[in-house]
């Protein structure tokens, strides 16, 4: 039975999703892939409420077993790293009013799972993800193939069911999954709190 997950980049005037299925032998296919797009010059409550009613319409009409949102990591720009936050926290509550699981991903956990390499650039990664997916090109805009590279990595993390069985003498990962599993411990060990010298 395949794994239905949406994958969400965060964004308050472009925010692309993307739902795929992946199977256990780790095959995806892809189901749905847009961005929804809000104004400027729109006050912010609205723009949010736009922004939640689009991915409340694909959660209830898709139906996906989890959701996977990009982490936000501290921008120079603090006026788009808080655009980011606010999106991320109307998904967050969209996913947990429906009792969807939810991943928050790193940008690059993402890439590691996608490329086998977490400094991979964006255009690697979106070849990939049309590679992946069996599509004759890159889905436009950036937005959108960014959701659904998000929404592969969750289903590739390399735990539970749709992690791929190893055979005899086998690594139980593959080197994609090894990439991501040591991007996502260098995540940790960055975000730990440091202590200091006495």
Sequence with gaps: MPL??????????????GIVDVE????????EVLVIRTPPGMP??????????????????????AVAIERVFAQHNLKTVMGTAQVSGVALHAAAKRGLPVALHTPSEVKAA????????????????ARILGLSEVPKPA???DAL?????????????????????ESPLTPAQ?????????????AAPRRLAK
């Design 178 to 190: 090894a990439a991501w599993h040591a991007a996502e411990r260098s995540s940790r060990a960055s």
């Design 44 to 65: 912010l409550e609205e723009r949010l409420l736009a922004v939640g009613d689009g991915i409340a319409e694909l959660l209830d009409r898709h139906q996906p077993q």
């Design 149 to 169: 590279a998000i929404a592969i990595c969750h289903a590739w993390r390399g735990s539970g069911s749709h992690a791929p069985a190893a055979g005899a003498g």
């Design 114 to 129: 996608i490329t086998g390499y977490g400094s991979a650039d964006k255009k690697q990664v979106q070849a990939m993800v």
């Design 4 to 17: 239905r997950v949406l994958g969400i980049d965060p964004g308050l005037t472009r925010c692309g999703v």
């Design 143 to 145: 937005d959108a193939a």
């Design 24 to 31: 256990p032998n780790r095959t995806a296919r892809l189901v």
